[in-house]
């Protein structure tokens, strides 16, 4: 498992690490001050053993052996323990080793391979900082050994390490024990992945607090943190416990909050952990309009939805018309590589030329499986310079058989951009066009008429839709929103168009697409989809203000 790093300050890591590696890693650091304030909650008492499953620069356990020795434990070197598959945690561990942690408390190994009371022990508490790695970016051997993982918990192979960290972690608790991780504001996402992680929570303990800072506490990071905090039973089973979330500002806030915790009662204000806790009231308002009307059914059951064409090269696959060649075994598609140009909600022929007009990069190179690649051919010249630069090892390329030879994508029904500063609004594909993996690709499974499809797709400009990816799309860095194909699928969409109720209103939404004026777009699928669901024109109002609540809290810098 790839190394989670904490201890900035005193690991004395640059922060200039290039920013590959440190993804590669999962290296966002973690001050001595937000490892001291976990500590302080979770380790209560005098003999509490205390681990850390990814120790990295060692601050968790620097600040346990500091915190057993205030509230008195005579030999706090011999409570802590750790896990870290990094070579580069070596001189922090020595360090440890030096002041008297036993060398073998410290496993120089992958923690999600360990056993409980095996390779590291079972434990009053464990604290730590699990590394953000993406599912992409794990082996295949990886993911394969980490199956077992999986075996007694619905856990998606598409999860980030910290979700396996976080169960796993779970294992190593004794009965009344303390889990204080740092997460990614993720964990908060509907559905997915993070879902699976809180209902696991849910079930096995008995009870489970995230605390979102609204404050950013790693450098060059602009995604939340969220601090989460569960405690397991102490004896017996236990109940189904609903997880709340607190919100607070700063390291202060979280010391105070943490502080409170065992008075009883929390002194700040809960909500659901996720994101419709922000705006519960309306979130729920909308989706019982949109279920108990009847006109609408999800995504899901409409459409089938899969990610635009992976080229794992565009550099090499998606070129300017200025850069094609015609040869034997070659061949060229149009494709729309930037999900800007989907600025209207009709894709015509004449948007592909329009666009190669310009000379960007709109042309998909194909390239035969018999085709020749022998010296003097001008795809043999391009092959080569490729290989020179290592793209045929990249994950996606190395997996085909030819590597430079794409399958001739299909060509959908609809693109939906897949990020962006609001959810992506869908397109329809008038045009013999395809998409990069920017963009994602849907197919009608239902046989609709064509006013249907057309007024699906206006839906996805109207600010329900903003709300409902919102709640359901992931925030990404830089304060994008992402919407994965299993969000799309469950936001909703109209099931039919009527012409004496709709048309007109359907017809003056093609002009506007015609001649790309955005805001009359967006002014008639309100008034489309207001009229399906009986919203007023406060109502819609408040729609608006709780997508601007939900957008600044997610570009918050």
């Not at 410290?106 to 409980?116: A, R, S, V, W």
């Not at 022929?349 to 709109?362: C, E, G, K, W, Y």
């Not at 006013?451 to 839906?459: E, I, M, P």
Request: proline share 6%; net charge neutral.
């Amino acid at each position: 498992m790839l190394s989670q790093t904490d201890g900035l300050a005193a690991s004395g890591r640059s922060t200039h690490e290039p920013s590959t590696q440190r993804r590669r890693l999962g290296a966002y650091y973690t001050t001595e001050s937000v490892a001291r304030v976990l500590v302080e909650w979770a380790v209560r008492e005098p003999d509490d053993l205390v681990l850390d499953p990814s120790y990295g620069g060692c601050a968790f356990l620097r600040q346990s052996i500091d915190h057993l020795t205030t509230i008195g434990s005579p030999h706090p070197h011999n409570q802590v323990f750790g896990a870290d598959i990094d070579g580069a945690t070596a001189t922090w561990r020595a360090h440890l080793v030096a002041q008297g942690v036993p060398k073998t408390s410290l496993h120089e190994g992958d923690f999600l391979l360990t056993h409980p009371s095996v390779e590291l022990p079972l434990c009053s508490a464990v604290v730590g900082n699990p590394p953000y790695v993406r599912h992409h970016l794990l082996s295949t051997d990886q993911i394969e050994a980490y199956g077992r993982l999986r075996v007694n918990t619905p856990l998606s192979r598409r999860a980030n390490a910290w979700a396996y960290f976080v169960l796993h972690s779970l294992s190593f608790l004794r009965p009344g024990g303390r889990l204080a991780l740092l997460l990614p504001s993720s964990i908060l996402h509907s559905g997915g992945y993070a879902g699976e992680v809180r209902a696991e929570l849910s079930r096995r303990c008995v009870d489970v607090r995230f605390i979102r800072v609204r404050e950013r506490l790693f450098q060059g990071v602009s995604e939340e943190s969220v601090v989460l905090l569960a405690v397991t039973p102490s004896r017996g089973p236990s109940v189904w416990t609903d997880p709340r979330l607190v919100d607070v500002d700063d390291i202060d806030g979280l010391r105070h909050e943490l502080a409170s915790y065992d008075q009883g009662a929390s002194p700040a204000k809960t909500q659901s952990p996720d994101r419709s806790g922000v705006v519960p009231g309306i979130a729920e308002l909308v989706q019982n309009r949109i279920v108990k009307s009847g006109r609408f059914a999800d995504v899901g059951s409409l459409a089938r939805v899969r990610i635009g064409v992976v080229t794992g090269a565009n550099s090499f696959f998606v070129r300017r018309p200025s850069s094609t060649w015609q040869e034997d075994g070659v061949s060229w598609k149009p494709i729309i590589s930037r999900s800007a140009w989907l600025d209207r909600p009709v894709w015509t022929n004449a948007d592909v030329a329009r666009i190669q007009l310009h000379d960007l990069p709109s042309q998909l190179l194909l390239a035969s499986l018999a085709t020749s690649t022998s010296p003097g051919s001008h795809l043999a010249d391009e092959v080569a310079a490729a290989e020179e630069a290592k793209l045929h090892e990249r994950s996606h390329t190395s997996r085909r058989p030819v590597w430079y030879a794409l399958p001739d994508p299909q060509v959908p029904h609809v693109f939906l951009p897949c990020m962006g500063r609001v959810a992506g609004r869908a397109v329809e594909n008038s045009s013999n066009a395809t998409s990069t993996n920017a963009i994602h690709h849907l197919w009608w499974t239902d046989n609709a008429d064509p006013d249907t499809r057309f007024y699906r797709v206006l839906a996805t400009w109207s600010d329900v839709w903003r709300l409902q990816g919102e709640l359901l799309g992931r925030p990404y860095g830089g304060g994008v929103l992402k919407l994965e194909p299993a969000s799309i699928r469950g936001m909703y969409l109209p099931l039919r168009a009527s012409k004496s109720l709709h048309g007109d209103l359907l017809e003056a939404a093609r002009s506007a697409s015609a001649s790309g004026n955005r805001r009359r777009i967006q002014e008639i699928a309100n008034k489309l989809i207001c009229l399906d669901l009986g919203i007023e024109d406060r109502l819609l109002d408040e729609i608006r203000h709780a997508c601007l609540a939900l957008e600044e809290r997610r570009q918050a810098k």
